[in-house]
């Protein structure tokens, strides 16, 4: 018995709507950048692992139908938009509040930069449309869901790792300069902070939206 998969027009269709999420700014995008930028490459990184963790528990949803479930629950998705634009308001006051204060990867603790990123893209209300009711479209429903989820996980996961690691390295070797200057670290975390607010209350404004 042949394991059903996605066919290649499917893949590289797919394969766009996923480049085109993953490079224009976003949540995920945003902390990435700025955590490359204001604290090196190794925050960065860590940042970027749990960006894709939390994609990874997207993509599992999807391929369990707990995504199918959120998109018939318009409470579940107002919960998760509000959610997601709340935690974003609460990334940037703290930003605020420690920009330029011990701004090293080491001081702010890998372990903590990755969870931010994991819950960042866990409650990114972007991501989750995407996944809700954009990868839907991509799937045969006369086949078995679970593997062609898997193909299309894949794909995903590989093009957004290439994409946010782009960013990492670029954002990354501008960062010295910002990690060295005591007022160059401050100025960039206020930027950060104050973009993770106003991400946020849009995100609460507008509500969610197909990318």
């Known amino acids: 018995m042949m394991i059903p998969m996605p066919g290649l027009t499917t893949i590289l269709l797919f394969a766009l709507a996923t480049f085109i999420l993953t490079v224009s700014p976003g949540p995920g995008v945003l902390y990435v950048t ?9 925050a960065g ?10 994609e990874v528990v997207w993509i599992a949803a999807a391929a369990t139908g707990v995504a199918a479930v959120l998109a018939a629950s318009v409470s579940a998705l107002t919960f998760l938009r509000f959610a997601g634009a709340a935690y974003l308001i609460f990334l940037g006051i703290q930003r605020w ?7 090293t990867p080491e001081a ?28 839907p479209q991509f799937l045969n429903p006369a086949q078995a ?3 062609q989820v898997a193909v299309l996980g894949a794909v995903y996961i590989g093009i957004a790792i290439a ?29 950060a902070g104050a973009s ?13 939206k197909t990318p």
């Open 145 to 147: 869901i679970g593997p």
């Open 34 to 42: 700025a955590r490359s930028l204001a604290q090196g490459r190794r």
């Open 97 to 103: 509040r420690d920009a330029g204060a011990s701004d």
């Open 163 to 191: 994409v946010d690691a782009s960013y990492v390295m670029s954002a990354a070797a501008l960062s010295r300069r910002f990690i060295e200057s005591g007022a160059a670290r401050r100025r960039t975390g206020r930027i």
């Open 45 to 54: 990184f860590a940042s970027m692992f749990g960006i894709e963790a939390g």
């Open 108 to 135: 702010a603790g890998l372990g903590r930069i990755f969870a931010q990123g994991f819950v960042t893209q866990i409650l990114n209300p972007k991501v989750a449309v995407f996944f809700v009711a954009f990868l």
């Open 196 to 208: 993770y607010v106003a991400l946020g209350l849009a995100a609460a404004a507008t509500g969610v």
